[in-house]
């Protein structure tokens, strides 16, 4: 483990609230959670009911170098701060609506601080945008590898092909066509990519969920997120009451969805009042977690994992340093080996067997798939929360209470190196975006004077 990853994870660990310090917890034990970045470019070529940005932030122009230059010193500080390597998100705004030049530099800039970087967007941008994002003037790749993750639901507006639409099935063609884009490169150049899919669920498609889950599952996504909105951001977006739909309700949604449960208690990334992940794959349509919360091996199996290779980075280190890493552990605990081995037929009769997952596998049906539901707080608990937080008090009223613990536990970070702070997401669009935003209205209009 490098010695800050290690100093990284024991103050994270530190930091947390003793109610999700449980034994499936992965904050602090093998991530310090993700990282975003803020005021780079907030402004959207769509509109979304809810949306989480300020009234101020269609109001600035987007600016490449200011992007890059902020993008690097919030990576700088996340990198002092939480160790060599994280996942981290670019995130506006719009990220398309930067040149990509200056999309590929902000992405540089962030692998430069050891962050593995996804890109956020609507994913209403051509073939073309693409390629010229990812390659250089010569036409070699500039990367091995991109993330991006679209936002496609039926609540956003000025979609090209889908400007209102009526429901999420008729969103499918644009989501499917999305995939296509990096499959066409990768075919042409070799490209490789990670793929999440984002939706926001509201009232007005909480119905819609299964049957999205049910098409979109086998597009070529690695991920099916869902946000239930809250009351965060612009007020005159808020066109409904969002209380009636919970992550109970998405999640019955999702295994509605795909027929069978999905089980998340195995692994937990936060607070599961916030968060909820299954990770896993599928195979020919049935999905099969790593960890099944129902088996006693599986959960030995996680603990002993967290307790000797929790501070591993396995996607960021070279093959060749990843397996001396992974050969020293083993010598020091040599009965992981039979403990991985067992784990892993396990997960294989699970999945349905060799026959199975070898016939998914030719058949292009074998492949990762995390499902999650990320639940945003409402503004009007989160800024009293946050206020407290500040003052080192801790509310006396039990709803502002909970918001302070959530925030305490949050998995998603954004960097202000000029107070020295790392403030989670809900505060970040509750209480920072406005004043915020309205700066960079006057730092970057959207008509230079």
């Excluded at 009451?241 to 449960?261: H, I």
């Excluded at 977690?289 to 088996?295: C, E, L």
């Amino acid at each position: 483990m490098h010695p800050e990853t290690a100093r990284a994870l024991a103050e994270r660990w530190a930091a947390l609230p003793e109610h999700v310090r449980t034994p499936a917890q992965t904050l602090g034990r093998h991530a310090v959670g993700c990282e975003g970045t803020h005021g780079v470019f907030p402004k959207c070529n769509l509109t979304c009911t809810p949306c989480y940005h300020s009234a101020d932030a269609n109001k600035v122009r987007v600016d490449g170098a200011h992007t890059v230059r902020e993008v690097g010193r919030q990576m700088a500080y996340l990198r002092e701060r939480r160790g060599p390597y994280a996942h981290a998100q670019l995130i506006g705004g719009e990220v398309s609506l930067l040149a990509p030049d200056d999309h590929a530099a902000a992405l540089q800039v962030m692998r430069d601080a050891g962050r593995s970087p996804m890109s956020m967007t609507h994913g209403d941008f051509d073939p073309d945008y693409l390629r010229a994002l990812v390659t250089g003037p010569d036409g070699a790749l500039r990367f091995d590898r991109v993330s991006f993750a679209a936002h496609v639901d039926s609540l956003m507006r000025g979609r090209r092909g889908a400007v209102r639409p009526r429901s999420e099935a008729e969103l499918n063609p644009f989501r499917a066509r999305f995939v296509q884009m990096f499959r066409d490169l990768r075919a042409e150049t070799g490209l490789r990519f990670y793929l999440a899919h984002n939706m926001t669920v509201t009232p007005a498609n909480v119905g819609q969920v299964a049957e999205t889950v049910r098409e979109v599952v086998g597009m070529g996504y690695s991920m099916m997120s869902f946000q239930p909105a809250a009351h965060i951001g612009d007020e005159r977006r808020w066109k409904e009451s969002y209380t009636a739909v919970d992550a109970d309700a998405v999640w019955a949604e999702l295994e509605k969805g795909l027929g069978q449960r999905i089980a998340h208690e195995g692994v937990e990334f936060g607070d599961p009042r916030c968060n909820r992940l299954a990770f896993g794959f599928l195979a020919g349509g049935r999905w099969t977690p790593f960890v099944d919360p129902d088996s006693a091996a599986d959960r030995a199996a996680r603990d002993r994992f967290f307790a000797h290779w929790g501070g591993l980075a396995f996607s960021a280190t070279p093959p060749v340093l990843l397996l001396l890493k992974v050969a020293r552990v083993l010598r020091h605990h040599p009965g992981d080996a039979v403990v991985a081995v067992r784990w892993a037929a396990r997960l294989v009769r699970r999945a349905g067997g060799v026959r199975h997952l070898v016939r998914a596998g030719r058949a292009g049906t074998l492949g990762l798939m995390t499902f999650e539901v990320h639940s945003f707080m409402d503004a009007a608990d989160v800024g009293p929360a946050w206020e407290l937080m500040q003052q080192g008090v801790e509310a006396d009223d039990p709803r502002i209470r909970a918001t302070q613990e959530r925030l305490a536990a949050c998995t998603y970070s954004m960097a202000h190196p000029e107070t020295g702070q790392l403030v989670p997401a809900c505060a970040q669009h509750s209480v920072l975006d406005p004043a915020e935003n309205a700066g960079l209205r006057r730092l970057l209009p959207l008509t230079p004077v």
